[in-house]
């Protein structure tokens, strides 16, 4: 469990085709992958029996959609109250 920079692709890759792994993914980098050319996307019969990728779309229900809304709107409420807004990534 990672994101997709942590994930050697050509690793995985090798692992996958040599059946030494199983892998179930949601997320691959680069985003978006070059289907030509992405390791991931280019296996064996072998290799893609190891592999699954699903989409990356766990933000996108109505529930995830109501809360990232909801938790906006507290942030937004914060500032003008002149208070910290909560989950800053940027060090402000």
Request: proline share 7%; charged share 25%.
């Amino acid at each position: 469990v990672s994101r997709g920079e942590i994930v050697n692709n050509e690793d995985l890759k090798e692992a996958l085709e040599s059946g030494r792994v199983i892998a179930g993914l949601d997320v691959v980098a680069p985003e978006p992958p070059d289907e030509k050319t992405h390791p991931l996307l280019n296996l064996s019969a072998k290799g893609n029996e190891n592999l699954i990728i699903t989409p990356h779309m766990a933000g996108t229900t109505d529930d995830a959609f109501i809360r990232m809304c909801d938790w906006s709107y507290e942030n937004m409420r914060k500032v003008q109250h002149g208070e910290k807004p909560n989950n800053i990534v940027n060090g402000l």
